[in-house]
């Protein structure tokens, strides 16, 4: 059983950076893709970022301002958001499933989600 727990959430003032951290219990990290999703008020969850082995994965939205990163020796991935817009604000939520692509396009089968942690931008 793969746990998942947030941390690095708060409030920025626009043009602002976070860093979002993810620490992951559980066997075999490196096997697993994990990613970022984020659910702002009235809208569907999105996936913003994505990575396994190789392969990485943005939202058109955040190219280029946001970095996914991950440390398989301490069992972390993170988010590095820079250039932040209000339109950035949400609850992101750190995912991981075996399979890159249930993260991609099948979000409701994704195997382990965080509980999220809070991004707020102010304009």
């Known amino acids: 059983q793969v746990q998942l727990v947030e941390s690095g959430g708060g409030l920025v003032q626009t043009g602002g950076s976070l860093r979002l951290s993810c620490a992951a219990s559980?066997?075999?990290?490196?096997?697993?893709?994990m990613g970022w999703f984020r659910q702002a008020p009235g809208k569907e969850r999105e996936l913003v970022a994505a990575?396994?082995?190789?392969?990485?994965y943005y939202a058109d939205s955040v190219k280029g301002r946001f970095t996914i990163s991950r440390n398989n020796a301490e069992n972390t991935v993170s988010l590095q958001m820079n250039s932040l817009k209000p339109e950035d604000t949400a609850v992101y939520y750190c995912?991981?499933?075996?399979?890159?692509?249930?993260?991609?396009?099948?979000?409701?089968?994704?195997?382990?989600w965080g509980k999220g942690t809070l991004v707020t931008v102010s304009s």
């Open positions: 995912a991981a499933d075996v399979r890159l692509d249930v993260l991609q396009y099948y979000q409701n089968g994704v195997e382990h």
């Open positions: 990575n396994k082995w190789g392969n990485t």
């Open positions: 559980g066997r075999a990290f490196e096997n697993y893709a």
